[in-house]
């Protein structure tokens, strides 16, 4: 098998042989026959207006508050703002149990429990939200999970499953992830452990995994998946995927296309031409799909042979033997694929919700990252390339593709990176194609080799290979960057134009929404309230600190983008809580004034430009507020950039 080799970073050319083949030069991206790159990349708004205003969005019932945190029986949980649905999941925290409640339109913004999408009586302790749907598991004695659509009406009935357990679960302590699965808009896969449906009961199977139809509620089939949902993926409510790497003989590929209906024995067959497993017992099989749309799927197959064998391409010391395909489910017939270039490791949009299909390390953990929110529909990023030359010498690379995957540009043709030594294919040492667009820049945010801005149309406005860059954030014209300095982490920041305008002096920036922001200095760990050009804030009037007045949480600063909660003391000793913004003008930041007697401030992970306040009043109503501008010319009500919180 290919051995983990130490990553290697080389700001040089890339062999002759693929600088031959390059589709483009290292500072130009793009051409008259291929897309811009905000063709290729999602596109954000990355400029907000300054917060002033403290919109009220919901009033809660006694009893219930806004869910900020998984822990305990809601760790497998979503929390907080549920942007797709302008809805908020909320907490009994006498009963423990969970609801869904959206934003009241007009300007009551008190809500009564008969409003809730969820009754209390449900008794939910979990919710997962995918598109319009909600998978959840309940606190019922027999322990079950279903699916609802957002106006709260089962789907998938709960009591068709039994037997989930949170926290005692012996598949994962992840309970509902594991135990029932949404995997598109019309398919719902249920882990056969917890399978109760009196319809199909004559034909349960352990080994085989129950699909619904959300559109009918009913079982249509089952797929072998060994008993799990592990390696189980939907598209476009036809098709099913199934991909396993364990077991002595490899990984695995089955790939299925759902009926309409459920037959008299609904546990499906393997297809004939859409089955990829190691049969005739190869070493070091390997296989994997990639949806690529319109019932067609790409599929890999290798494994390893002798240097005297009949070889595809040698790699790492190794000699693997490859044959590629075009599968097509819906008439079970397969073509074969041939090119001097191997793709691997591929994600589209159609895997947003494959855990493990593309992810970046962070620290001791491992993130996802939700390949829509760098990609735009129709291209497909291949972390794990490969170039083969003429003498089957193999080169590894990375690359965008298009539909019919054609390379639109790749690591070295682009960046002139050349990896030294070789990778595993599980091992992603480059992040510098996961790109994204801000108001007219694209740019790679997670770790790249060096610090390149380009325009949309494709050319370079600045690159930078000083340091050794962590992550990358645009906001209001700013690069907030990340560098490792001696194994520490700091932040400084670049303009649009590449001029270090803030020095590598933070061991914490917050992006702009303002002229200035929230920072941490690395030298003393001081906030300071820093400004675009680099210069703190001068300090509020007979105060020896920017923020004298910040609450906290142990000792982490309640702040987000752009405000911050601050408290006040009243005459019983009472601590009351309130928001300020950025702005540098303190008599006039203050945007909610000092009165709530609890405070959390909060962002959604999907989209670190909105910002709530939730806490509880004097008369203890519990209230949420959105911290938005009150700018006519702010996108969005003043929170137009959506950014998810990957970086």
């Excluded at 945190?69 to 907080?80: F, K, L, P, V």
């Excluded at 690359?399 to 990176?417: A, E, M, Y």
């Excluded at 480059?430 to 801005?453: E, H, I, K, N, W």
Aim: aromatic fraction near 12%.
């Amino acid at each position: 098998m290919r051995k983990k080799k130490t990553i290697a970073f080389i700001a040089a050319a890339a062999l002759a042989a693929v600088i031959a083949l390059s589709l483009f030069g290292c500072d130009r991206f793009g051409g008259e026959d291929l897309p811009a790159l905000n063709d290729i990349y999602r596109e954000y708004d990355a400029t907000q207006a300054e917060i002033d205003t403290a919109e009220l969005q919901i009033i809660l019932p006694d009893g219930w508050q806004v869910l900020t945190s998984a822990s305990g029986n809601h760790a497998d949980s979503d929390i907080g703002y549920v942007a797709g649905l302008d809805a908020f999941i909320i907490v009994n925290t006498s009963t423990d149990v969970l609801s869904l409640v959206k934003v009241p339109e007009g300007d009551d913004k008190a809500v009564t429990e008969e409003q809730f999408v969820i009754p209390e009586s449900t008794a939910v302790q979990a919710i997962h939200v995918v598109g319009q749907y909600l998978a959840v598991r309940t606190a019922s004695s027999g322990g079950q999970v279903g699916v609802m659509n957002s106006s709260g009406r089962w789907v998938v009935n709960s009591s068709l499953t039994s037997g989930v357990t949170a926290g005692l679960d012996e598949i994962s302590s992840s309970t509902l992830s594991d135990a029932i699965r949404i995997l598109d808009d019309e398919l719902v896969a249920i882990n056969p452990a917890y399978e109760k449906d009196p319809a199909t009961a004559d034909t349960r199977n352990s080994a085989y995994t129950p699909v619904y139809r959300i559109s009918t509620g009913e079982m249509v089939c089952r797929v072998r998946t060994g008993g799990s949902l592990s390696g189980l993926l939907g598209f476009d409510g036809e098709y099913l995927t199934v991909e396993s790497s364990a077991g002595s003989t490899g990984a695995l590929t089955y790939i299925y296309a759902v009926p309409e209906t459920r037959t008299e024995n609904p546990n499906l067959a393997y297809a004939q031409n859409g089955t990829f497993d190691n049969r005739n017992g190869f070493d070091d099989y390997y296989t994997e799909s990639l949806y690529l749309g319109d019932g067609r799927f790409y599929v890999h197959t290798e494994w390893t042979v002798d240097s005297g064998a009949e070889y595809t391409y040698s790699y790492g010391g190794e000699y693997y033997r490859a044959v590629r395909y075009f599968y097509y489910p819906d008439t079970d017939s397969r073509t074969q694929y041939n090119s001097s270039y191997i793709f691997l490791n591929c994600v589209n949009t159609y895997y947003d919700n494959a855990s493990g299909r593309c992810t970046y390390d962070a620290g001791s953990t491992s993130v996802n990252v939700s390949p829509s929110s760098f990609l735009n529909p129709g291209y497909t990023y291949s972390s794990f390339g490969l170039f083969v030359t003429e003498d089957k010498t193999a080169y590894y690379d990375q690359f965008i593709l298009d539909g019919d995957l054609d390379i639109v540009f790749s690591l070295t043709g682009n960046f002139g990176i050349e990896y030294e030594g070789s990778t595993d294919r599980d091992e992603v040492g480059f992040y510098d194609m996961l790109m994204q667009c801000s108001d007219g820049y694209c740019y790679a945010r997670l770790t790249p080799s060096a610090l390149r801005v380009y325009r949309t149309d494709g050319s370079l406005a600045f690159e930078n290979d000083d340091y050794d860059f962590l992550s990358v954030s645009m906001q209001n014209g700013i690069f907030i960057v990340g560098i490792d300095d001696d194994g520490d982490k700091l932040y400084g920041g670049f303009d649009t134009e590449g001029n270090l305008v803030i020095p590598f002096s933070y061991s914490y920036i917050e992006p702009f929404r303002s002229f200035y922001t929230y920072a941490v200095t690395a030298e003393g760990n001081t906030r300071v309230l820093l400004g675009m050009d680099g210069v703190t804030a001068p300090l509020p009037e007979g105060q020896t600190s920017h923020f004298y007045d910040i609450a906290t949480s142990g000792s982490t600063a309640l702040e987000k983008r752009g405000c911050y909660a601050f408290y006040t003391t009243a005459e019983d000793n009472t601590r009351l809580y309130g928001v300020k913004n950025m702005s540098g003008d303190y008599s006039a930041d203050t945007v909610l004034e000092a009165s709530l007697t609890t405070c959390t401030i909060y962002s959604p992970s999907s989209d670190n430009g909105i910002v709530f306040v939730f806490g509880n009043d004097v008369d203890g109503n519990y209230r949420g507020y959105l911290l938005t501008s009150s700018a006519e010319d702010a996108a969005d009500g003043g929170n137009g950039a959506v950014l998810p919180d990957w970086a």
